[in-house]
């Protein structure tokens, strides 16, 4: 088993070009999580979906930032333009919580050190 | 403010010692969950306690939870180099089909000297 892949793992990239980050999760899962992680803001969720819709994109910081999930196996998140304040590591997790009992347990990849200059 | 608060921020202990990270939430909860985090990588999940769930033991970790007192430790005895990371609690208002959604805390730092 692979685990959530996400590339790339590093982005460096000027103040206002656009800025694409990607996620693979884990095979059969029905939940995908974007998460950003700061060491002012600590660990904060972005937006989720279930079985490819948006769940709850409340955390998304402005509009400049949007989610997309066009399939089970693959989901982006796009920050178009980019500022520095949006520097920061940027994880994707996926979660099973279908079928019987609800499970919580989220998976998480290595994360994408995003900084923007 | 977070919904899950960390105490202490950073602890520093010899190897073979037990070490002990308290969690406190203001919201009643579905579930608590505590993750593990090597430097420069992703969390990985450590274990679940349910709200009707007091204690919980996994390996070298044991979990309790107090509802009234809305807070959570975790320890891990018998601690061994490997175990430097930085712990986070994570709290679960409800079922992710329900709207229910992971609050993360802002995380205990631990470092274990051999």
């Known amino acids: 088993d692979a685990g959530v892949i996400q590339s790339p793992r590093h982005e460096v990239t000027e103040m206002g070009q656009e800025v694409t980050l990607r996620c693979k999760p884990i095979?059969?899962?029905?939940?995908l999580f974007w998460y950003r992680q700061t060491m002012m803001r600590g660990l904060e969720l972005l937006i989720y979906f279930n079985n490819n819709v948006p769940i709850d994109d409340s955390g998304m910081p402005e509009d400049r930032f949007s989610a997309k999930m066009p399939n089970a196996s693959f989901s982006t998140l796009k920050i178009q333009p980019s500022e520095p304040r949006d520097s920061a590591v940027y994880f994707c997790?996926?979660?099973?919580?279908?079928?019987?009992?609800?499970?919580?347990?989220?998976?998480f990849g290595p994360g994408t050190r995003l900084t923007v200059l | 403010s977070q919904q899950g608060e960390e105490d202490p921020q950073a602890l520093s202990i010899q190897e073979g010692e037990n070490a002990t990270m308290n969690c406190s939430y203001k919201t009643s909860i579905n579930n608590l969950q505590w993750y593990r985090q090597n430097s420069g990588r992703g969390l990985v999940h450590l274990i679940l306690?349910?709200?009707?769930?007091r204690e919980k033991h996994s390996g070298r970790l044991r979990v309790t939870l107090d509802t009234s007192k809305k807070s959570s430790s975790l320890l891990i005895t018998a601690s061994r180099a490997a175990d430097t990371a930085s712990y986070f609690c994570?709290?679960?208002?409800?079922?992710?089909?329900?709207?229910?959604?992971?609050?993360f805390g802002q995380g205990t730092e631990l470092s274990v000297k051999p």
């Open positions: 997790a996926s979660s099973l919580a279908k079928s019987g009992r609800a499970k919580y347990e989220q998976f």
């Open positions: 306690i349910r709200s009707n769930e």
């Open positions: 994570a709290t679960c208002l409800g079922p992710y089909n329900q709207g229910g959604k992971l609050i």
């Open positions: 095979s059969g899962h029905d939940y």
